[in-house]
């Protein structure tokens, strides 16, 4: 199976490759001129959509019945093929200057970055993974580390007006549009912004950290609402050397201790709580023992 071509069914270049066995050379410019147009057609419609967006209607459309999608997001978590597919979707760092809406602040994350920073010793050049990092600024952790320490890493975000903003961010890190798969959830996302309907997979954390290519992970910050717990849970800690995890959990809710419990149970223990009462949020950051 080829993942780059005409695999999503609904494609309509590949019903009219399929329905007509010979492809002549003008047809052919005929078809691509179609796209271009349709293309820049819907770029006018949609003045909020990114090109990545599109690429997740196409591949998660309303109208899908594709098999070979849905069977690929429920191959096992560390499969070659979801992975190397997974690698794909990573979108690389645009290379443009910071577009930051408050490029004096260094510290976005109430205090946290200070306290992984100086218990990593003042690394520099490591590597985070972020999930749930909105527009990639307001509360990101890891934006701390990419500007002040050169870190690299991987910052990911399922909605499609966050992930646009985020790609506006001009980030130095690589991004990718998913949410994160649990025993709970389903293969794939649904948001209905202004009427239309965007389809975004969910991908298991195994695969996402896969993807990265790294192993040794120097932070992993986790931003999700009220599933962190599951997440965690989803996590093969044998496989990946991570040294800090910075978690952001709705107080109150009884996931916290569990959540310590777990932890401390996978060889981390608790550094520092940040609680957060008028949102009624907690920061915890955990360090490997
Ligand atoms: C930071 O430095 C101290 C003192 O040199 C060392 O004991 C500690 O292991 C270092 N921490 C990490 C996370 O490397
Ligand atoms: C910078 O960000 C703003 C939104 O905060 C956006 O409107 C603008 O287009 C961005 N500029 C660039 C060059 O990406
Ligand atoms: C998810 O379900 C599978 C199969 O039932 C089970 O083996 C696995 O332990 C579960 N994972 C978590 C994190 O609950």
Same mark, same amino acid.
């Given at each position: 199976m080829t993942f780059d071509g005409c695999y999503a069914k609904m494609l309509p270049r590949c019903r009219y490759r399929r329905a007509s066995g010979l492809l002549s050379v003008a047809f052919f410019v005929f078809i691509v001129f179609q796209i271009i147009v349709l293309n820049s057609q819907k770029t006018v419609q949609t003045v909020e959509s990114s090109s990545d967006i599109k690429e997740g209607r196409r591949l998660f459309g309303e109208n899908t019945q594709d098999d070979q999608i849905s069977s690929l997001f429920s191959h =096992? /978590? $560390?499969s070659t093929v979801l992975v190397s597919y997974v690698y794909k979707m990573i979108k690389l760092p645009s290379g443009a200057d910071y577009n930051l809406t408050y490029p004096h602040l260094q510290d976005f994350a109430r205090g946290q970055c200070q306290i992984i920073d100086e218990y990593l010793n003042k690394t520099e050049n490591g590597y985070f993974v972020e999930i749930g990092v909105l527009d990639g600024e307001r509360h990101s952790v890891s934006l701390f580390f990419e500007r002040e320490r050169n870190w690299n890493g991987l910052v990911?975000? =399922?909605? =499609?007006?966050h992930y646009n903003q985020l790609l506006h961010k001009n980030r130095k890190s690589s991004t990718l549009q998913a949410c994160v798969k649990t025993n709970h959830t389903e293969t794939k996302k649904e948001y209905k912004i202004s009427d239309q309907h965007y389809f975004i997979p969910c991908l298991w954390m195994e695969t996402i950290l896969m993807a990265s290519g790294h192993r040794?992970? $120097? %932070? %992993? /910050? @986790?931003?999700? &609402? *009220? &599933?962190?717990? $599951? @997440? %965690?849970? *989803?996590? =093969?800690f044998d496989k990946f050397d991570i040294k800090t995890l910075s978690i952001e959990f709705t107080k109150g809710s009884d996931s916290e201790m569990d959540i310590i419990k777990y932890l401390t149970s996978q060889g981390f223990r608790a550094q520092h709580e940040f609680a957060n009462h008028l949102v009624k949020k907690s920061d915890l950051v955990f360090v490997k023992n």
């Open positions: =096992p /978590a $560390d990911i975000e =399922p909605h =499609p007006e040794n992970i $120097d %932070l %992993l /910050a @986790i931003n999700v &609402k *009220s &599933k962190e717990y $599951d @997440i %965690l849970q *989803s996590i =093969p």
